[in-house]
């Protein structure tokens, strides 16, 4: 079998991490799968949400979202439309859920990051990039803090990313453009820390379902790719 | 470890359906998960949406809720919010796909089956009761169908169950009530069918990454759960 | 005329209340008139809405929702319409407006009880089911707060029941299950005190305009029935 | 007892009926109880709503709404608010059904009528006073219709006026202004036809449930009430 | 080329202004530019929003809506769509910084005017109406805040008024109704101060754009009718 | 009076075009008046909205948007409020006028372009680039269309373009960026053709009302500047 784009089944599309793509934002890339572009943005500010405060905990959420023309045919605005769909929230959640892994609430102190990633451009592993594209906009945000004297400790225990992997015609590969998304008969999305542990494991069957030994070769190609991801971060920082 | 409740760490609660609970509905069940109640209704009906009309294929879909009264601090209507929360249409989706899973769209023919699964009272474990229990609603949907003579062939293709584990103290245990659910370090929620592959594999770290072994144990304690629940799935249906 | 179901046209259909269904809910009840089936909880809690703070006096409200599934046509849920619809609205407050005339405020302090009713199966006489329940689910809340020493003195002054009654063919009847109401010419819910007077009357001309001796009738009728709920409600309750 | 404005328990407010008071609409009037204002509009147009088509039969139906300075205090608008009021869609289905009861709509043919009830000021009896206006404007769209040839015969089989009715310290009185009514112990909507029938019957307990007596005493100031506003709809259409 | 009402080019429609037209309301008016009628309602109340507690600074903000029969065809109302439409965001902004301009924040001290524009009747230049009838409103308003004593000093440092201007088949003409406003090549809506200077200045090319001598002549003929019609303002307030 | 960045009054601030800058839309580009970034992407589809069909005339519309964190503080997103803001509705009907200027609907035929304008960052002048930048989106989708065989004649009649102008400390000043915006005594927003007619004029008096000179200083000033701008545009096509 060969990939449409020439890849190997173990192999990354180009990845492009650009830093401090916006002024404003304490936090920001633009991280590139491929085609697909993510804008990841970090607003780290004092204080917690009500719920939050008095407990020395810090708090970091965030939201996903696609810009109408980021699709290959354009899809009606949320905003337009008066209502987020089950999709846009379950990314978010899962997006929010994976940065939460690398915070130490009680090293940040009371403040909170919220981190926006928006998808100006799918094409496949939208939520992967933006997973990815987050973390550097959530460490400069940290960074930021930390120049604010804002910080109690060192909230930063980890650093996580995240790639899918797939079957097509019972071939199990890795980082799936939309083409080759649509006709997976299994989807995997990984979330791992660069300590190699997993924060997010969800597989579902597409076309039929999936034997243990198929789910063991998808988790073994995401973790080299999520390997791969955290070196390409920690080039993107600096360290 | 002992659990609060004393059963053994791969040991269900105690599971009852009561079939037909309801007497307008094609299909439905009221499923206990210990005080889990859920209570699962078919609706099937002649016709598809308007972007599969003509393609000869049927559809299912699931709606899942939570009624204010079932949690332990009342909760908010999502109709008098003017919305629905994520985590709604998060587990809304799921149930769906899982379902979809048990289906030949061809068979089925131009039919559609809605699945409603409603949270009378919540205790743990509602989106995997609920899963069980919307097999058995569907089952009895698509035999009325059948009675009515609008199926094009078998469309039950195979069963779907569904059960959580997770992780406590390091121990990993099959089907957790909320007190367990809220201490748990690893959470997952794994949907097999009734020969035993998967069709979802949910597994989030809620305190701490987990480990390849780690999956693996709560794998084999989920494969275990689920058959046993296909069991009680197939004396409800009388098979 | 004889009635679809035989009863006689001043007789009640079966009526069943099975008093803390649920597990949580402070007070709560599963009640049947007939294959009408409504799911009653009340949830007590300290404190009043901001606008009450600092009066003294209690709260006590309601919401009326139905499954989409206890129709005998799928209806879809308001909370994916995003807007709840006026007959909610207007049951809502119904009931609300009917369980407050049992309450006295002063003597339930600063607290605030509410309750849900959920139709789980429709047959006609929900929000006169509904009534009749909530005040069993709200005597445990009020119960509930006395054993946690939260009440000032005793807020149930009254007991309240509700039934509906039409006429058909120009014969008034008791208690109309659906086949009977969308024929009724009449239509009209009452709610009364367990001492006998009138909490609300509403009474809907559908076919024809009525004139004073047909309300009359009915309004004798449901005097009748509403007598035989209160001793029901008086079993249930254990008094 | 004396009445604040002077008037004898029987007698209504000042009623002033200006017919036509819009240029566009095909039927209006703006309706005065004392100070209560409200504009009502009747739209006649052909075609009833899809679930009618090739019924032969027309369609009508009512809004009613408050402007936001109509009260004492502004209110907020219900469409910056995103959503409808309870009370609102309460009154617009009252408001609805009662009109309906006026038209037969098999000579109606397949039109369909709709009014809105705007208040333009309130004080009390605002639901009583938009039914009774909502009369005429529907009376002089019905005319419209007419001359258009769009009718099949005579639809409008009935007249239908409203008031208010209420005990306050124990004396029915006719007609509540919004001092009277804040105090009422128990509060009553009457819509009758102008043959002197029962529309609808709303009596709500405010203070204390109300027995029989009170009940019949009310209506018989109802009866008295509607009599003299079809007088003077009758002197408004010029019959 | 003549007019349909045969005004000259610069003669605006017959204007009527009646003062306080509510009783609630602390200013109000009825205003009709032709058949144009807008209902304008100022409410003056102590306090300001939250982001502006404690500056000493007043407050004044305004909403424009559209009764459903105002116009030809009868339009649906926004609270039933549930959600405001884009041309009632854009005019409710344009009254409210409109009549801003006429405030000092300062003298006005912490007390807000909100000035409501209901629309009962359109005709064309329904928002130049509204701003001219609010600043009836918001004077009055003032001047209640005055007889309170509320005030700091003396907050109205200007009059406004509004007038649309337009080109038809190349000629300016003032005061636009609907006839004419479909079929303008250029609209202009213009706001100035009893002084004369420019508050607002809206030009729309609607058929082909306008160079600078259109622009010119149709500011001229705007000026003279905003003259015009701060002379009625007067009159009205008996200056 | 020295600008904070260097510029003369009558300069505009660097503006890039990156033509093409997505790969699925018809047409787009990012434009960048200084720190303001605008991603605007055009869809051209065949076939108009319903109450066009059948007119033989196509149809451009457009959305404004702002991302989250565009701003200097991080503003919430209008999907998640549920509801799009007045200022959202009134940018991007004006987006949408401006560009139906540049069209001849009959020479496009009944094919659709839909013009979405993301804010990517915010500082300044964002509507005005958005139209600027949504013109050259619009020429490629119409060229899109010609290759694709679809237009009826050459729908590109004008190009258009606009730029904001202000008054500070009473000189008139071009290209506003936000501390300038934030000062302004008067802005105004001009959208011309390529050909130097005005498609809109908005002028806003935000501290003081102005005169007829300080009008056409402004509109002088806003003229060069959109001169300069039809040049980059022309450049940026290749033309």
Redesign the interface.
């Known amino acids: 079998m060969t990939r449409e784009d020439g890849r190997q089944a173990d192999q990354l599309r180009p990845v492009t991490i650009t830093r401090n793509w916006?002024?404003?934002?304490q936090g920001?890339c633009l991280i590139e799968f491929g085609?697909t572009k993510v804008?990841c943005?970090?607003?780290a500010?004092e204080g917690v949400p009500r719920w939050r405060k008095g407990s020395g905990l810090g708090w970091v959420t965030a939201?996903y979202?696609m810009?109408?023309?980021?699709?290959?045919?354009?899809s009606a605005?949320?905003?337009?439309?008066?209502?987020?769909?089950?999709?846009?929230?379950?990314i978010?959640?899962l997006v929010g859920?994976s940065l939460r892994?690398a915070i130490d609430y009680k090293a940040l102190g009371e403040n909170t990051i919220?981190i926006?990633c928006?998808v100006?451009?799918a094409?496949g592993g939208t939520r992967t990039a933006a997973i990815t594209g987050a973390y550097i906009a959530l460490a400069d945000a940290v960074e930021h803090l930390r120049r604010q004297g804002a910080l109690v400790g060192e909230p930063l225990v980890?650093s996580v990313a995240a790639i899918s992997v797939g079957i097509i015609d019972g071939v199990p590969l890795l980082d799936l453009p939309y083409v080759e998304d649509v006709r997976a008969e299994t989807d995997m999305n990984v979330v791992?820390?660069g300590?190699g542990?997993?924060?997010?494991?969800?597989?579902?069957?597409e076309g039929a379902?999936?034997?243990?030994a198929e789910?063991d070769a998808l988790?073994e190609l995401a973790a080299a790719g999520c390997a791969d991801l955290t070196r390409l971060q920690n080039e993107a920082l600096g360290r």
Chains 1, 2, 3, 4, 5, 6 share one sequence.
């Open positions: 916006l002024d404003h934002a920001s085609k804008l943005a970090a607003s500010s939201e979202a810009l109408p023309q980021a699709t290959h045919d354009r605005r949320e905003s337009v439309k008066g209502r987020i769909g089950g999709r846009t929230h379950e978010s959640r859920r892994m919220t926006d928006d100006l451009q094409d980890e791992m820390t300590s542990k997993f924060v997010e494991v969800q597989g579902t069957a379902p999936f034997d243990k789910l988790l």
